[in-house]
């Protein structure tokens, strides 16, 4: 499975982004997805993630009242719909793919898009 990040960039504080994953390769409908960030100097954290038919998602207790993650089987995409933005947020976000039905054992990888919040 390859995935293709995309939709970072600068944000002011309090503003909205969408960010999408593109996928290819593999049998999308059949794997869970899911994003994680990593600031710089700090570990990748998960964000949220979403099971393979979309029926079931998780998100980070930090993000879980402003983002939501969706996807669209018939177009093997997924994307993380990001609001009320804060500094904190700033980071590379990158899509993951699993090896099953959930959103976890993530195996593939995407090459990260950068957002940026500026307070």
């Known amino acids: 499975v390859q995935l293709q990040a995309s939709g970072g960039g600068l944000v002011q504080a309090g503003g909205s982004v969408t960010l999408s994953c593109s996928a290819s390769?593999?049998?999308?409908?059949?794997?869970?997805l899911g994003w994680f960030r990593q600031a710089a100097g700090k570990a990748r954290e998960f964000v949220a993630g979403i099971n393979s038919s979309g029926g079931s998602t998780t998100l980070a207790n930090n993000v879980k009242d402003r983002f939501t993650i969706s996807r669209d089987n018939a177009k093997n995409t997924m994307s993380l719909h990001m609001n009320n933005l804060k500094p904190d947020d700033t980071a590379v976000y990158y899509c993951?793919?699993?090896?099953?039905?959930?959103?976890?054992?993530?195996?593939?990888w995407g090459q990260g898009t950068e957002v940026t919040v500026s307070s």
């Open positions: 390769g593999g049998t999308f409908s059949g794997i869970g």
């Open positions: 993951a793919a699993s090896s099953n039905v959930y959103y976890s054992d993530f195996k593939y």
